[in-house]
Each structure stands twice: as structure tokens, then as C-alpha cells.
């Protein structure tokens, strides 16, 4: 029996205003394990803010060494939105970073690998002297930033629904923040693959490259993932012991604290098809619901309106 409710329809992406929300959180009463009894999860879920003060960092530089490129004033506009948001979310991680060393888990000697890998192996220049001509080093750069985008899109949805993390009574403020940040995500989740797409070239080798650009990302990832859980997990001062495995993860996927495999894995061949946009990945409206009630988006937005009127 129909309920007489209807589904608004789904925004459109390219009518869809992209700009960042000034936004901050307080650290002081979150725990070191956000997720009550559950520190495997907490720790895979903690890899976020190791990777991504670098790595959005490494994002704006690279979308800044192409904005000259872009020649469509819409695709400008949403670019500039894009590093907008990924400066914010830069800078809110490194946050969490200071709240987990006053927890007395340090990162440094983690992060200091990351720094390396976005700041010298994917830096301006090619590293160790590699003879790749300049175009062809920001296009490679650029399809490293779509194919790592394909992924934060797919967990953005993903933790926007994640009710396991309701249900386990985690911190507030740290699931906002993830919130707050998945939603952003899905709201540009287009935005690296029209860059690329519009800089990248023409023909199959533009498909090529963004092909090679996911052959290396997926890997990579990984391999940091696992990694950091495992560092993360054997210098938490309130554990003895503790390794991380295989085991562990998966009793944490079955209680929906984490994403599933095949959720993950089946993203890879997706980007694949030649056919491929972003816009398939998750839900715009589901973001935008959530922006809208999100308490540091709330705030950031009152305190907006609160300086235009002053």
C-alpha cells in the first residue's frame, strides 16, 4: 500500500554548487578508542587521518599546476570548489592527529612516509631523475587523484549509511566528522574525473592513463591501509599486545563497523569501463540531507550568516 510519500529526485551534479564549509570540531572528550570495545575498527577506520592531511594537500597543489589547462568556466568553478573542500579536510585531520598524540599515540614515524610519498615520489618533478616531460608527469598526477578520488567517493556513501556505528555507540564528534567529510566527497565525486578528462588528452591514451592511474592507486592504498591498522594498533598505549588480522577486520565488517570487501573491491572494475563517470557512485541527495543537519556544518554555516550581518 503506497504510503503517499514521494523520494525527492536526485540533484543534479552539474547544477550542484561545490564550495567548502568552514568547519571545526572539539577533540577534548573523544576517546582514543572512538568506537566503544573496538579498536581494530577504530584503528582501520583512524588510517583516514594518517593518509589524508598529505595527501589532500598533495590534491590542491596538483589541481593548482593544472588550473591553467582548464578552459570550461563550469568545470573552474567546481575545481576551485574541490580544493576548497580538500584544504578543509586537510587541515580538520591534522587535528585529529594533534588529539591522538596528546592520547600519547604518536604518528610521526608513519606519516613521515606518507609526507614522502605525496611531497617527493609525486611531486612536481618526477623523482630519481625519470625522463617524463612535464604534460605527461600533471596528466599521471591528475589520474592519481581521479582514481583516489573513485575510492573516498565509495566511502563517503558508505559511512553516510553506516548505522553499525550508530548502533556501537561511537563518539559523536568523530562521526560527524567522518560524515561531514563522506558527504563532501560524494558532492564533488566528479570533480578529479572532469579534471582529468578535460587535461588528460585525447584518445586511448587518455583511457590508458587512467587505467594505469587505478593499476597503481588500488595497490597502494592497500598496502598504506594495512600498514598504518597494524602501526596504529601496536603503539596504542591502551593496548598489550594487540595485532592486527584478518580475523579481527572481518568480525568488525559483520557488525557493518566497516566496509565490506566485495563493497570496496567492486569499485576497481567499475572505473575500468570505458563508459565511466562518477556520478554512478553512491547519492547526492543522501550528502546533501546529511550537510543539512550535520552539527559542524550547522555551525559553520550559522557562523557565516551571524558575519554577514555584522
Excluded at 89 to 95: D, F, N, R
Excluded at 240 to 249: A, N
Aim: hydrophobic share 45%; glycine share 8%; net charge neutral.
Amino acid at each position: 500500500m503506497s504510503t503517499g510519500k514521494t523520494t525527492p529526485p536526485e540533484p543534479a551534479d552539474d547544477t550542484h554548487v561545490i564550495a567548502p564549509r568552514r568547519v571545526s570540531f572539539d577533540w577534548e572528550r573523544t576517546p582514543l578508542h572512538w568506537i566503544p570495545d573496538e579498536p581494530t575498527a577504530t584503528h582501520v577506520i583512524n588510517v583516514l587521518h594518517l593518509l589524508l592531511p598529505a595527501g589532500e594537500r598533495w590534491f590542491v597543489k596538483v589541481f593548482k599546476d593544472a588550473l591553467p589547462l582548464v578552459r570550461d568556466a563550469g568545470l573552474l568553478k567546481d575545481v576551485k570548489g574541490f580544493m576548497g573542500q580538500e584544504a578543509t579536510h586537510s587541515v580538520q585531520h591534522s587535528h585529529v592527529l594533534d588529539h591522538l598524540a596528546a592520547q600519547h599515540l604518536a604518528t610521526e614515524p608513519y606519516t613521515r612516509h606518507v609526507d614522502y610519498l605525496f611531497e617527493k615520489l609525486l611531486g612536481e618533478q618526477p623523482p630519481f631523475g625519470i625522463p617524463v616531460r612535464e604534460p605527461e608527469w600533471l596528466r599521471f598526477r591528475l589520474a592519481v587523484v581521479a582514481a583516489i578520488e573513485q575510492f573516498t567517493a565509495i566511502l563517503g556513501d558508505w559511512v553516510l549509511s553506516a548505522e553499525g556505528l550508530d548502533l556501537a555507540g561511537s563518539d559523536e564528534v568523530m562521526l560527524d566528522l567522518l560524515r561531514w567529510h563522506g558527504a563532501e566527497e560524494v558532492e564533488h565525486r566528479s570533480v578529479a574525473f572532469d579534471m582529468y578528462q578535460h587535461c588528460g588528452g585525447t584518445g586511448f591514451s587518455r583511457y590508458a592513463r587512467r587505467a594505469e592511474g587505478m593499476v597503481i592507486v588500488a595497490p597502494v592504498l592497500l598496502w598504506l591501509w594495512v600498514w598504518g591498522t597494524s602501526y596504529l594498533i601496536r603503539n596504542d598505549p591502551q593496548l598489550s599486545g594487540l595485532r592486527y588480522t584478518l580475523r579481527e577486520h572481518n568480525r568488525a565488517v559483520a557488525k557493518g563497523l566497516l566496509p565490506r570487501w566485495g563493497e570496496l573491491g567492486s569499485a576497481i572494475p567499475r572505473y575500468f569501463k570505458r563508459s565511466y563517470h562518477p556520478s554512478q557512485e553512491g547519492s547526492l541527495r543522501k550528502a546533501v540531507e546529511y550537510l543539512a543537519v550535520s552539527p559542524a556544518a550547522r555551525a559553520a554555516a550559522g557562523a557565516i550568516g551571524r558575519a554577514a550581518l555584522s
